[in-house]
């Protein structure tokens, strides 16, 4: 059964830190996604990382994978109050014709003027 | 384009009661699933839906859980008689290609 671990699961920043957080995952995967949840609404797609080494960014937010180490990491640059909100990270593993997505539980993350 | 849409947003019934929860998925799109979050747990796949087929229900919990997807459009999941248990945030998200887009979710408090 494949296991998605995410940690921290809260983290609470100040304005202009950096910090990572992490995504393990139990077998081989075909996908890993990156989403963002903001209270009440739906969940925001980031990034999707298809193969080893792939690295992608957008604004603040820089997420690699590593496929050996079954390891992805979403970094955060220079936070701002904007990026207050739940990461979660997926893996998905066809069965065939279905990726269904794995979920990790999540980072509530809280970034402190 | 318009996104996923789910309804109701919240429902709160009695245990022993019925729900129903609807998902319109984005148009077009072949590949609807339904996911499920309970409080303080991780969000978890209930099924998948290939136009109208049921690819994998493998994640719904017991037959309590019915869902269907008449003509391959939007798609229900009915709870019959909720439980204390059921209560949770249900997810549905539609797909074609690499990306899942989400609806907003419906919050279910079985009470």
């Known amino acids: 059964e494949l296991k998605v671990e995410q940690n921290p699961l809260f983290l609470s920043m100040q304005e202009g830190k950096n910090y990572t957080i992490y995504c393990n995952y139990s077998?081989?995967?075909?996908?890993l996604y990156w989403y963002r949840q903001d209270p009440g609404k739906s969940l925001e797609s980031l990034f999707v990382?298809?193969?080893?080494?792939a690295v992608k960014q957008e604004g603040r937010l820089m997420a690699s994978l590593d496929t050996k180490a079954r390891l992805s990491t979403l970094h955060i640059t220079a936070a701002v109050h904007d990026l207050s909100a739940t990461y979660f990270c997926?893996?998905?593993?066809?069965?065939?014709?279905?990726?269904?997505?794995?979920f990790g539980k999540g980072t509530l993350l809280t970034v402190n003027p | 384009e318009a996104g996923v849409t789910q309804f109701p947003s919240h429902s709160v019934i009695e245990k022993g009661q019925t729900v129903t929860l609807r998902c319109d998925p984005i148009?077009?799109?072949?590949?609807l699933y339904w996911y499920r979050r309970v409080m303080g747990k991780e969000i978890k796949f209930l099924l998948h839906?290939?136009?109208?087929?049921?690819?994998?229900e493998s994640g719904m919990p017991n037959n309590r859980f019915l869902a269907e997807r008449t003509g391959g459009t939007y798609s229900t999941l009915k709870v019959q008689p909720a439980e204390l248990e059921d209560s949770g945030v249900y997810f549905c998200?539609?797909?074609?290609?690499?990306?899942?887009?989400f609806g907003s979710g419906t919050r279910l408090t079985v009470v």
């Open positions: 077998t081989t995967s075909d996908r």
């Open positions: 997926a893996v998905a593993k066809s069965g065939g014709s279905n990726y269904k997505l794995t």
């Open positions: 839906f290939v136009k109208e087929s049921k690819q994998d």
């Open positions: 990382l298809l193969s080893n080494g």
């Open positions: 148009s077009g799109h072949d590949n």
């Open positions: 998200a539609s797909s074609q290609g690499l990306g899942y887009t």
